[in-house]
């Protein structure tokens, strides 16, 4: 059964870079595009951005200039780094895969991660 | 950037009614490429429906949608104990993708 699986550190301080990975077990990374979402009370379900195996990707604008996905297909896994982080960034990440088109719903969900930045 | 605007915020319902949950955006979805997803306290969103009106794999028939353009509905004919959730849409017609800030559905 194929199963999504976040990581990374809870607690990360302001300015500094957050950096998520995503794991795909039971499966493979190949030939899907793979998703980062975060929700915070909020702003509720923001996505962030999506890579694909091949390596190409794309960022909500609002998050563009301080976001980068990228994978390890080797390792069957994906990951997030987001620069310059605020309290504004403090959310439950996601990683979830596309159901089949870069822009699409997503049909497979890890079971997220908690996010506080807090000095 | 397509604004979703979910009504009403909060549904208050006994078992065996008719949810409705409305779902407008600022300007028309791409193909009606618009979907749905349910969400409980301390678990990842689960898709109901895509294409505003297909289900997803394993979603019960009682849940159907329906709309085009900017309006849509999600509709669950008749309420089981199981589906007192938050319910989001998220259009995916382009970048960015965008999701509804949500209706809540509780038990009467």
């Known amino acids: 059964q194929e199963q999504l699986q976040e990581s990374g550190p809870g607690l990360v301080k302001p300015s500094e870079t957050l950096s998520l990975t995503c794991t795909v077990s039971?499966?493979?990374?190949?030939?899907?595009?793979w998703s980062w979402i975060r929700q915070s009370p909020g702003k509720g379900l923001e996505w962030l951005g999506f890579?694909?195996?091949?390596?190409?990707?794309d960022y909500s604008p609002s998050l563009k200039s301080r976001l980068t996905i990228s994978l390890d297909t080797s390792r069957n896994q994906f990951s997030l780094k987001l620069n310059f982080v605020t309290a504004a960034d403090t959310a439950v990440y996601y990683c979830?895969?596309?159901?089949?088109?870069?822009?699409?719903?997503?049909?497979?969900w890890g079971q997220g991660t908690m996010v506080t930045v807090s000095s | 950037e397509i604004v979703l605007t979910q009504s009403p915020g909060t549904l208050s319902l006994s078992p065996g009614e008719r949810a409705t949950l409305s779902c407008r955006a600022s300007?028309?979805?791409?193909?009606?490429?618009l979907a749905w997803y349910q969400q409980k306290p301390g678990q990842a969103p689960r898709p109901l429906m895509f294409?505003?009106?297909l289900r997803a794999t394993g979603i019960p028939d009682r849940f159907s949608g329906s709309g085009s353009g900017t309006d849509f509905t999600l509709t669950i004919s008749r309420v089981e104990p199981e589906d007192f959730a938050v319910y989001y849409c998220?259009?995916?017609?382009?970048?960015?993708?965008?999701f509804g800030q949500g209706t809540r559905l509780e038990i009467k």
């Open positions: 979830a895969r596309n159901q089949l088109l870069p822009y699409d719903i997503f049909n497979l």
């Open positions: 039971g499966g493979s990374i190949n030939n899907f595009y």
């Open positions: 890579i694909y195996y091949s390596g190409s990707t």
């Open positions: 300007q028309s979805v791409t193909s009606n490429y």
């Open positions: 294409g505003a009106s």
């Open positions: 998220q259009q995916y017609g382009g970048s960015p993708i965008t």
